[in-house]
């Protein structure tokens, strides 16, 4: 048995070939004539998957070690009987650790507690729930707008977008990208939302490019000098706009979810999935899979304040270490893959223990995802 993954997707190698014989290839793009006698295929996002790249082939099943699906084309793969799974929620954490790095990094410069601000998320799903709760256990005020949970009667004080807009300091998306229907997001940030930000709002895209209009974006940002804007999505990407990428804040190269942890939770997730369709069924212990950190133990002394956490937090990562590479390359063809392929190892808050003299702040501490232990002196 043939499997196809593509090499940027940590113990594939390991994982896929406890059922067969893997092939490990670039996405973007992906050599097409390894799938002629394939019968499984592992991509991430930047692989389009549909009939021009499976027709003619023996692909059978169809994993993505991602959480976003909008490389997909479901209606293809129903029609041609082929098996399709993805990895929900793996990378959740990964996302919310960046956006934490970023707030803590523009509250520092221009002076503020997050807690005087409102952050509005837009899509409250595996990303933007995650984040809710830890802002919230941060004493941080949220703001929901979730149509479809709305719409679903599901419990949530979700409001119209609009509301976002008009009073939220930060407002952050964290939807899929969907080009058409009832709930569409393509371009849901255009250029009248993005003019009608508050006056200093900052703005936060770590979803999909597209979801926000980057040309209106560019248009705003050369007239509005107050706004903020962190970005780890583009419009289109590889070949982001580099004129917008000077006007930006903090820009990355899609790589919020780039932690070892939700990687490995996406393959993992879907070499589940391919071991079931296959009549294999085998469970993975991601610890079993997972190095030790770098930083394993730290010990805090007192309480915690924000400019505490922010050097906690960006021992384990800072999103400037991702920032200045892209600036340094964006203009050159290949390398925002090449960033993305060779990047460098970034743990999970979760890996670094704690060890605090101050119960107050090992409960904090707790709640935001380390692994915080109280130990009274
Ligand atoms: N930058 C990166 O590295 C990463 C990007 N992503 C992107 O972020 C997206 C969100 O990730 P998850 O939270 O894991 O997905 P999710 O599927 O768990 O949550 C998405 C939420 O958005 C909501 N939603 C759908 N349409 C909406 C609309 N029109 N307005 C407001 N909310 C809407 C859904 O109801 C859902 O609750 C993914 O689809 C993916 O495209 C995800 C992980 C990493
Ligand atoms: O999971 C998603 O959705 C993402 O956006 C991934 O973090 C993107 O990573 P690649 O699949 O493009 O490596």
Request: with cysteine.
């Amino acid at each position: 048995m043939k499997i196809v993954v593509d090499e940027n997707m940590p113990y594939a190698h390991e994982l896929f070939s406890r059922t067969g014989d893997v092939v490990a290839v670039p996405g973007r793009p992906l050599p097409v004539a390894e799938l002629s006698d394939a019968q499984g295929l592992m991509v991430r996002s930047v692989t389009k998957v549909d009939a021009a790249l499976l027709d003619g082939t023996s692909v059978k099943f169809v994993g993505t070690a991602t959480a976003g699906t909008d490389h997909i084309d479901n209606d293809y793969l129903t029609a041609a009987n082929i098996a399709f799974s993805a990895a929900p929620g793996c990378n959740a954490i990964a996302v919310v650790e960046y956006l934490f790095s970023a707030l803590l990094l523009l509250a520092e410069r221009d002076g503020f507690q997050l807690t005087d601000r409102t952050v509005g998320i837009v899509g409250v799903g595996n990303v933007g729930g995650r984040l809710q709760k830890r802002l919230e256990a941060w004493g941080v005020r949220t703001l929901l707008c979730d149509p479809p949970r709305a719409d679903r009667g599901e419990p949530g004080d979700f409001q119209p977008l609009s509301t976002l807009v008009a009073e939220a300091d930060i407002l952050t998306f964290h939807t899929p990208l969907f080009k058409q229907g009832q709930y569409k997001t393509l371009h849901l940030a255009d250029e009248a939302l993005l003019r009608a930000l508050k006056p200093n709002a900052i703005l936060i895209n770590a979803c999909r490019g597209p979801v926000v209009d980057n040309a209106a974006l560019l248009n705003v940002l050369n007239s509005r000098g107050d706004l903020s804007v962190v970005l780890d999505v583009w419009e289109p990407e590889p070949d982001l706009d580099l004129a917008l990428l000077a006007k930006v804040d903090i820009a990355t190269a899609h790589i919020a979810g780039y932690t070892l942890e939700g990687k490995a939770r996406g393959t993992t997730q879907v070499f589940e999935a391919w071991s079931a369709f296959i009549g294999q069924p085998q469970q993975v212990s991601l610890a079993s899979l997972l190095p030790a950190p770098e930083f394993g133990e730290i010990t805090l002394r007192g309480p915690l304040d924000q400019a505490t956490l922010k050097r906690l937090v960006h021992l384990v990562y800072d999103v400037r270490r991702d920032d200045a590479p892209l600036r340094q390359v964006a203009a050159i063809a290949g390398e925002f893959d090449r960033l993305r392929k060779q990047y460098q190892e970034r743990r999970e808050w979760s890996s670094l223990q704690v060890n605090c003299d101050d119960a107050a702040a090992a409960a904090m501490l707790q709640q935001l995802g380390f692994n915080a232990v109280h130990q009274a002196e």
